[in-house]
């Protein structure tokens, strides 16, 4: 059974996906070499789980996946560390059954930290992924507001970023000796010192385990693709399509395979003066809170300082940017769909000729077992036929001799 289970709850936005992609690369390695297991056939199992834990509807049926990912953990012999964001959110009550179901096993949560600054904007971009129609302004607004927890924003977001919040509730639980805030770095660090703190709370030597293979799965929008996502997805719900078809074809097929790769080209989004005074009040009271908590602190609180990066505000953008956004966008989604079109093709037609080549078979088949006296006699003569010259080659083979 696994002696300790790590928890890696997040925060959204705080380099989740980097450091799920990483173990999930060196999933093997980490198992043979390092003792941890990183449970699952794929994060994605991870994910129902979760789900299952919390019981989030939406997508596969989740039913058991706690269950199974729970019995593969206890049948391991090492350690364990599971990787899922949205655990940051969980209730007292969910806490305490993750804490009972893994007994004997010592849970030790892990919480990557990222400051505020970013955090309020990469959120934004991704709300609107996720068919939320908020305006800069707006959201900022309700975030920054004294009754922000009753705001739609609000309540969203801080369920998810409080850290004071977060870390209070889950230590309350496992105990803070067994509380892990794992900060990231502040722009222009090696993305690699996250891996690395990373790797000193979960027992191995991060140098030896290869980097992940795609770094921008979960890239931040531009600004002119985010305002192009909050127009369209007033669209989606106008003509009525449901959220599992809004997630693939528009945040994964638009979203994050179109329009994340264009964020070099476009600009940040920027938070305005008058914003940033609540943002740095906030994170002071985030740091002083960790520093007070007595949760084991990986890297340094002053990394949780906001940083609030050179951009343009929605209002400053033409409209003209964001009409050769999604003239741009239109253009790869319909190139895409050519291709893929092309792949189907292709396909059918080899599936045609398989299925023609079988039916012959299946008919030459039939037809012999309907003659099987005629079959037989002249597989017997063509038989008899090869006699003669197997004999003469037997014979010219033992003159050689």
């Known amino acids: 059974m696994s002696d300790r289970i790590f928890l890696h709850i997040g925060v959204p936005k705080s380099g989740t996906s980097y450091v799920q992609r990483r173990l999930l690369a060196n999933k093997e390695q980490l198992a043979q070499e390092a003792g941890l297991l990183f449970p699952g056939q794929n994060w994605g199992d991870q994910v129902l789980a979760v789900r299952d834990l919390r019981r989030i509807r939406g997508g596969r ?23 899922m964001e949205w655990l940051c959110a969980a209730d007292e009550k969910t806490i305490e059954r993750i804490v009972a179901d893994v007994a004997p096993a010592q849970v030790e949560v892990v919480i990557t930290a990222r400051d505020l600054g970013r955090t309020v904007a990469a959120a934004w971009q991704e709300y609107l992924q996720n068919r939320r129609e908020w305006a800069w302004q707006d959201f900022l607004t309700q975030l920054g507001s004294p009754t922000t927890r009753e705001t739609p924003a609000g309540s ?38 996250l891996w690395e703190r990373m790797a000193q709370v979960l027992g191995f030597d991060a140098a030896r385990f290869a980097e992940e293979g795609e770094r921008d799965a979960n890239e931040s929008l531009g600004l002119q693709s985010a305002e192009l996502m909050r127009r369209v997805n007033p669209l989606t719900r106008r003509d009525g399509l449901g959220y599992t078809e809004y997630r693939s074809g528009f945040k994964q097929a638009l979203g994050k395979d179109v329009l994340a790769h264009r964020r070099r080209l476009e600009s940040r989004v920027a938070v305005p003066a008058d914003q940033q005074g609540w943002i740095r009040e906030v994170a002071a009271r985030h740091q002083a809170s960790i520093a007070a908590s007595g949760a084991h602190v990986v890297g ?5 300082a906001p940083i609030f990066a050179d951009g343009r505000q929605p209002a400053e953008v033409p409209a003209e940017e964001i009409l050769d956004t999604a003239a741009e966008a239109l253009n790869e989604v319909a190139q895409r769909w050519l291709a893929t079109r092309t792949e189907l093709r292709h396909a059918e037609a080899r599936e045609r000729e398989l299925s023609a080549a079988l039916a012959a078979a299946q008919a030459r088949v039939a037809e012999l077992e309907a003659q099987p006296v005629r079959f037989a006699v002249r597989r017997g003569a063509e038989g008899l036929r090869e006699v003669p010259d197997r004999v003469r080659a037997r014979l010219r083979g033992g003159a050689e001799r």
């Open 156 to 193: 969203h977001f801080w369920a998810q970023q409080d850290l004071t919040d977060i870390v209070t509730r889950w230590s309350g639980i496992v105990g803070a000796e067994h509380t892990h805030v794992v900060t990231l770095p502040h722009p222009g660090a090696d993305p690699g010192v």
């Open 300 to 304: 340094d609180l002053g990394d949780l």
């Open 61 to 83: 049926d989740r039913r058991g996946a706690w269950k199974r990912l729970r019995q593969e953990m206890a049948a391991w012999p090492g350690a364990s560390v599971v990787s």
